[in-house]
């Protein structure tokens, strides 16, 4: 194998494949991105056996072939290069790839590609198209939400599934950790009907996101009951999902909150984190005390002090005093684009709803705290 490829070019495909592979592998193998040339492009492979991701890019290959080599060190010498110099990669006796760019010359030890393991992606009968940006709006509103608790798995993702709603049926992505809740959708794109509801892993999302950047127009997904693919230009993910049942999220979601709270949302985040510079790391507690036109925050820590800030907001309901941790509060209202923030509530202990005033086909649900 010998492939001459533009610096840049190299590092762009390394660095969207490297980013699966885990540093730590107990199996050596899985260590390396497996790299094909044919034609006149070069395909990189990595895989955790959990994903897998295949990018494409143009190259001038003079002898094509294929090896596998340690993913994170390819990264790094290319990172390393200088901008827009020529890399020429080489397989020397089928077990050393020489990397040449200018006076730079490296030797990094391979493995056969023979051992690299394939993803079998089976049958994947339910097929759809997605914009860019339709996608990008599902995973950014949904993915903060995400559990990291790892004795939850079947929380560790988002889940995508048709729903009906008011205005029919909807395809709808929902994370939640037990703290906070994201429910966002969008109309039903042709061929989605009929798929079954599925929980797309984390690390699955974050590869996913990072892709949709630099990709305009459309994705193509396929998925089966066990694993999804998404084919974006050049690029194709592949991922198992995760084998779990989603909770019925639509129980937590309250329907008799009658107490509103509508406000401008950067002044009520600023607030938030003004506030909650005394708050303790721990809980990082906030009140939130309501009364006719008059929202009080307040932070009350035994070890750094207190704090108050007072705004004027339309608010007619009953008095209320009702406590949240300020970081999820934050992290709902940085999703809302619109300037104003609906927050829907019913007493201290119950779940508030929060709306953004823009964006109808977006719902968070945050949990109180005792305060």
Avoid: W
């Avoid at 897998?52 to 390393?80: C, M, N, Q, W, Y």
């Avoid at 200018?102 to 690299?116: H, I």
């Avoid at 892993?201 to 994705?219: F, H, N």
């Avoid at 307040?298 to 406590?323: H, K, M, R, W």
């Amino acid at each position: 194998m010998k492939v001459t490829i533009e610096r840049n070019s190299l590092l762009k495909t390394l660095g969207h494949v490297q980013s699966v592979v885990e540093r730590r592998n107990t199996i050596p193998i899985l260590s390396n991105v497996m790299i094909e040339a044919e034609g006149d492009t070069v395909a990189m492979t990595a895989t955790d056996l959990d994903i897998a991701i295949i990018e494409k890019t143009a190259a001038t290959i003079s002898v094509p072939g294929s090896t596998t080599v340690p993913a994170h060190t390819l990264f790094d010498i290319a990172r390393k290069l200088p901008d827009g110099s020529e890399v020429e990669l080489s397989l020397e006796d089928n077990d050393r790839l020489v990397v040449k760019a200018g006076r730079s010359r490296f030797t990094l030890a391979c493995l056969d590609k023979e051992d690299f393991p394939v993803m079998n992606q089976g049958d994947l009968p339910h097929r759809f198209t997605l914009a860019a940006e339709e996608l990008k709006r599902l995973i950014d509103k949904a993915r903060f939400a995400i559990s990291t608790e790892e004795t939850r798995y079947y929380l560790n993702g988002i889940y995508l599934h048709v729903a009906s709603s008011e205005n029919g049926n909807v395809l709808r992505a929902v994370a939640t950790d037990g703290h906070r809740l994201a429910q966002v959708e969008q109309d039903v794109p042709e061929g989605a009907v009929g798929m079954p509801g599925i929980i797309v892993p984390r690390k699955t999302v974050a590869e996913i996101r990072k892709l949709i950047d630099e990709v305009d127009g459309d994705v193509n997904i396929a998925l089966s009951d066990t694993k999804i693919r998404f084919s974006f230009a050049g690029a194709i993910i592949t991922s198992k999902l995760i084998d779990g049942t989603f909770p019925d999220y639509s129980r937590v979601i309250p329907q008799g909150n009658d107490k509103m709270l509508e406000m401008d949302c950067k002044i009520l985040s600023e607030s938030v984190d003004r506030v909650s510079t005394i708050s303790s790391d721990k809980t990082r507690s906030v009140k939130l005390s309501l009364s006719d036109g008059t929202l009080t925050l307040s932070v009350n820590s035994p070890d750094s002090g207190t704090a108050t800030e007072e705004l004027a907001v339309a608010y007619t309901a009953d008095a209320l005093e009702i406590g949240f941790n300020s970081r999820y509060l934050m992290d709902i209202l940085a999703q809302v684009e619109g300037e104003s923030v609906q927050i829907m509530l019913a007493d201290p202990s119950a779940p508030t709803v929060v709306k953004d005033v823009m964006d109808e086909a977006a719902l968070y649900v945050l949990m109180p705290m005792r305060v």
